[in-house]
């Protein structure tokens, strides 16, 4: 009974596929790859709360993104760097530890879409309503919305994992790079047609809902912008807006072609490609985009840069 419960209760995890020629070389991309995620994210995050020029809601919001991008690529990352030398047919993983990896990445994945539709509505205000900007966007409503991106998407992914944590399972093999919701459904021998239908549902519900959001709101701002004669307003809010919708955009793509993916079983591999750059690719980018593109922390970057350039030539 006990060599049951623990067959049963230990998962074999199908992990990165490389091999043993390329395993070094994968060791040191995804190691680089998320030392630069951690150092970039933290950097910006740190850079905001200790600035108190930065001290405004479009950048407190955005420390969200940080947090939530730090949180993402530490779920499924380094579960893959230790795995790499890891034989496939050794790679085990209890299956709890497997639920909380699945709800983590999801949840990395719809906290992403809520807080950028945040971010949307902290660009309308300031573009659309400027004389009435610091009397809504305040701390108090900052941190309501804050509030309401994460705890949203915490609802809508614990109710998909807890849909699948009710079946029985009758299989023990993960095929996919790291425990996602699907993975965990498809264990059991049970009807999961409601499963299918409330993760496609709430993912391409918050999809839509977060592209509605962000097309109605720059259109707004686009047309404010093109009946204004204000260069300096309509450059600024370039600046800003140009920012956000690329990061809106990589993360777009990036889930959409997961989901396209998953109607296709011949390009299982190419699936599993893609969920594993859904964190690597948005979580990498999203600092760099804003920290090039705003003038405000490009200017504390690059003065932090040189305090710490005289500084080491002052020990020489």
């Not at 993402?72 to 790679?91: K, N, Q, S, Y």
């Not at 991106?149 to 095929?175: D, N």
């Not at 889930?255 to 490609?273: C, W």
Request: aromatic content about 10%; overall charge positive; hydrophobic content about 50%.
């Amino acid at each position: 009974m006990d060599n049951v419960t623990f067959n049963m209760d230990t998962l074999l995890l199908e992990g990165l596929k490389v091999n043993p020629q390329s395993s070094v070389p994968a060791f040191i991309l995804l190691l680089l790859i998320y030392i630069f995620i951690m150092v970039s994210n933290m950097s910006l995050a740190v850079l905001i709360f200790t600035e108190s020029s930065l001290h405004q809601p479009m950048y407190l919001l955005f420390c969200n993104m940080s947090i939530n991008d730090v949180f993402g690529a530490t779920a499924v990352i380094p579960r893959l760097i230790i795995d790499i030398f890891i034989p496939i047919t050794e790679r085990y993983i209890h299956y709890y530890e497997c639920v909380i990896q699945a709800f983590c990445a999801h949840f990395h994945g719809g906290t992403s879409h809520t807080v950028l539709m945040i971010m949307a509505f902290d660009r309308y205000v300031a573009i659309c309503n400027p004389l009435r900007y610091a009397t809504i966007m305040t701390n108090r409503m900052v941190v309501k919305l804050s509030v309401s991106a994460w705890g949203v998407a915490f609802v809508l992914i614990a109710v998909s994992v807890g849909l699948s944590v009710r079946l029985s399972r009758c299989r023990r093999i993960i095929f996919n790079p790291f425990c996602d919701n699907a993975s965990l459904f498809k264990l059991s021998c049970e009807n999961v047609i409601i499963n299918h239908i409330y993760g496609l549902c709430s993912a391409m519900g918050l999809m839509a809902v977060s592209l509605c959001t962000v097309t109605l709101t720059y259109l707004q701002i686009a047309k404010v912008c093109l009946s204004s004669k204000n260069k300096a307003l309509n450059s600024r809010a370039l600046q800003t807006c140009a920012s956000h919708l690329a990061v809106y955009i990589i993360l777009l793509l990036s889930g959409g072609v997961i989901i396209a993916l998953h109607r296709f079983p011949r390009l299982a591999d190419e699936r599993k490609l893609a969920s594993i750059l859904f964190h690597l690719v948005p979580p990498s980018m999203n600092a760099a985009i804003y920290g090039l593109q705003i003038k405000e922390i490009r200017q504390k970057v690059r003065i932090a840069f040189k305090m710490n350039k005289k500084t080491a030539s002052e020990v020489k």
